[in-house]
T-cell receptor, first 113, second 114 residues
């Protein structure tokens, strides 16, 4: 069965510092990978996704994630964070051909001024 | 285009009471999902539907029932609420279930069972 592990439940960083949110998955088949963001008191929004092709995918607000098949990872990075990036971030995986998404436990990103 | 909406936004129930959460989407999506979100556990799938008139169990279906009588609506019912069902409930929809299709989420319903 597939599973997703987000290694950090909370990540505090200073504004304009770089950040990496870690995500590892396990699956016996090929997968699609997603990062969702949840701002305070809101639902989840898709941040970026890996389907195929280039292993580096980017979002419109400066985040990027790299699919590493050998390490079964899909870490999320941003070179310089802003206060507005304060949110909870969820990694999710779907086996190709499957109907259901499996979510990680979430990482709460806190930006300090 | 409202996307995915959920009613109500907040609710407090006493143990043993029943209630229904309503999810509506105006994107003509085939698939709809109900999740619960608990601290440190991410989102867990309760039930889902692959089309009007169909439902299927997810990861944590016990204590919940669902119905999809209309394509745009997906109802989640609690027949006899328990404190363990205190959670934030999210509905989501997607055009299709597999492949690249992303899920669109509603704003959530915060339920407290005392």
């Amino acid at each position: 069965a597939q599973s997703v592990t987000q290694l950090d439940s909370q990540v505090p960083v200073f504004e304009e510092a770089p950040v990496e949110l870690r995500c590892n998955y396990s699956s016996s088949v090929s997968v699609y990978l997603f990062w969702y963001v949840q701002y305070p008191n809101q639902g989840l929004q898709l941040l970026l996704k890996y389907l195929s092709g280039s292993t580096l995918v980017e979002s419109i607000n400066g985040f990027e994630a790299e699919f590493n098949k050998s390490q079964t990872s899909f870490h999320l990075r941003k070179p310089s964070v802003h206060i507005s990036d304060t949110a909870e971030y969820f990694c999710a995986v779907r086996n190709q051909g499957a109907q259901k998404l499996v979510f990680g436990q979430g990482t709460r990103l806190t930006i300090n001024p | 285009n409202a996307g995915v909406t959920q009613t109500p936004k907040f609710r407090v129930l006493k143990t043993g009471q029943s209630m229904t959460l309503l999810c509506a989407q105006d994107m003509n999506h085939e698939y709809m999902y109900w999740y619960r979100q608990d601290p440190g556990m991410g989102l867990r799938l309760i039930h889902y539907s692959v089309g009007e008139g169909t439902t299927a169990k997810g990861e944590v279906p016990d204590g919940y029932n669902v119905s999809r009588l209309k394509k745009q609506n997906f109802l989640l019912g609690l027949e006899s609420a328990a404190p363990s069902q205190t959670s934030v409930y999210f509905c989501a929809s997607s055009l299709s279930g597999g492949g690249s299709y992303e899920q669109y989420f509603g704003p959530g319903t915060r339920l407290t069972v005392t």
